[in-house]
């Protein structure tokens, strides 16, 4: 093989990605945009777990200190959403936005609360002894109920709030 043919062989392989490289240049901007929401989310979720965790701590009830935390979270999560993660979309107006995203939050909340109460609630009274604990209410409430919940916040953030 000529050294021309090699170097034209290697100029075609390098303008032809490999599978990933053209799945990445087509989702590119998913996966930014999911990088971006991934580390709003580990804020507000720090946020979130902190603050549940001190309330609970502090003796307030696990349903209370559930819907506190998440308010705060929220709001902190809003933020960084707008202004970072969905930054280059046209706005729709702040108050739009604003109202939309806690009414997608507060449905988030509901998937969380479903699952703490699942597990405090109706588990909880077949074992109390394992599942009327901190940690289990953690497991549920941060761990079930916050998973769920994000999947549907992403897909609703990006559908109706910063589309």
Known sequence: MSAQHEQQQQTTEQR?????????????GLVHELGKFGVVGGVAFVVDTGLYWLLLE????????KTIAVIVAATVAFAGNRFWTWRDRPKSGLHREYVLYFV????????????????HSLLGSFWPEIFHTKLADLVAAQGFGLVLGTLF???????WVFA
């Open 16 to 28: 032809q990605p490999g599978l990933i490289g053209r799945l990445y240049a087509r989702f590119a």
């Open 104 to 119: 997608f939050n507060a449905i988030g909340l509901g998937i969380a609360l479903g699952c703490l109460w699942i597990s």
């Open 153 to 159: 916040r992403f897909y609703s953030y990006r559908r």
């Open 58 to 65: 502090g003796g307030m009830n696990t349903f209370a200190a």
